[in-house]
């Protein structure tokens, strides 16, 4: 169970009596949708119970449990906003942050971060601490993915440049590596959305770099010296691909810790 | 010793209907098939162009010579 999924849960079990808890313990008779717009006419019918910042925060979780941060976003904002200083006020706040770290907003999620971590109380010490710190290294990872995706960029723009008048047909280099692609597509199908995501990036970007590659050395005589640079940024090039790939899909502390601790059999 | 009512747990044990070595259920690594695809795959692509630049070098350098010696035998 995700942790979403499970704050979510715990959130249902935590309620007391009466018509919040009717509705936040029958979330899992219901769709989310159905739960969702019952919790949001209680709120909306007791805007000044204590509850009622609980119950966005609940319906903030069930939208993310469906992958809605759009529909979850509003829902935290208002819980920071109308219950501002208080327990669910905070989560609003921590749920924000969240949903800006994920849209690449690094300096507004590390603000509130490190203001939550200001609060007293060693939970969200922690927590503040903890979140501000991940969302540092992740600040670090995207600006190096951005470098190299820019990098990757213009090295295929100019080798395509410099190769403008002979890019058909399509290198022998190219050919070899179709069946092989082909497969690494195929495999996707099986795969979750992230490392399918991270697979397909690496299979279609390599056959981008192998016909950049292969149109450029086949038009262009080079050196000895010239041919070793251009066999170092190969090896280059596809150590750049495989980073952007597990950054770009989501993926680099499971990559981490598969660094670390081995594959998962 | 003494008899007793409890069951033999030797002969109670119930069955194993399956072990699986490695596992960790705690684990957040990806699986060996997707890392083995990514680290296969951009593996490939990294000998694939170094050896593109080793071997095309070749390949010009033979025909270069087989133009410009009218002489070598066929």
């Given at each position: 169970m995700s942790r979403v999924a499970a704050l979510a849960l715990s959130l249902s079990l935590a309620v007391p009596s009466g018509g919040f808890e009717a509705i936040a313990s029958r979330a899992g008779a219901r769709s989310h949708d159905a739960s969702c717009a019952r919790m949001q006419a209680w709120v909306d019918a007791h805007p000044r119970d204590p509850r009622a910042g609980r119950g966005l925060v609940w319906m903030a979780e069930l939208r993310l449990v469906d992958a809605r941060a759009d529909l979850a976003l509003p829902l935290f904002a208002r819980a920071a906003r109308d219950f501002a200083g208080s327990e669910w006020g905070w989560e609003g706040e921590k749920g924000v942050a969240d949903l800006d770290l994920a849209r690449h907003s690094y300096a507004s999620a590390i603000a509130t971060y490190d203001r939550l971590a200001t609060l007293p109380g060693p939970y969200w010490r922690y927590v503040g601490r903890t979140s501000a710190k991940a969302a540092r290294a992740a600040r670090r990872r995207w600006h190096v993915f951005l470098l190299l995706a820019a990098l990757l960029t213009i090295g295929l723009g100019v080798r395509l440049f410099r190769a403008r008048r002979a890019l058909?047909?399509?290198?022998e280099e190219l050919t070899y590596a179709l069946p092989v692609a082909a497969v690494m597509l195929l495999a996707c199908?099986?795969?979750p959305a992230g490392e399918a995501h991270a697979v397909a990036t690496v299979a279609l970007g390599a056959l981008v770099l192998l016909y950049a590659h292969g149109v450029h050395l086949r038009a262009r005589a080079a050196s000895a010296p010239a041919r070793a640079l251009e066999a170092l940024l190969g090896l280059c090039e596809a150590a750049a691909l495989l980073y952007c790939a597990v950054v770009a899909s989501g993926l680099w502390a499971r990559f981490a810790e598969t660094l670390t601790s081995g594959a998962e059999r | 010793m003494r008899p007793t009512d409890t069951p033999d747990p030797q002969a109670h044990r119930p069955a194993v209907l399956g072990v699986r070595f490695?596992?960790?259920?705690?684990s957040s690594s990806l699986g060996v098939d997707v890392t083995f695809l990514l680290f296969g795959g951009a593996g490939a692509l990294g000998a694939g162009l170094f050896l593109a630049a080793w071997l095309r070098a070749k390949r010009k350098k033979a025909a270069v010579v087989g133009r410009d010696d009218p002489g070598a035998a066929p």
């Open positions: 058909w047909p399509p290198p199908l099986r795969q | 490695g596992a960790n259920p705690n």
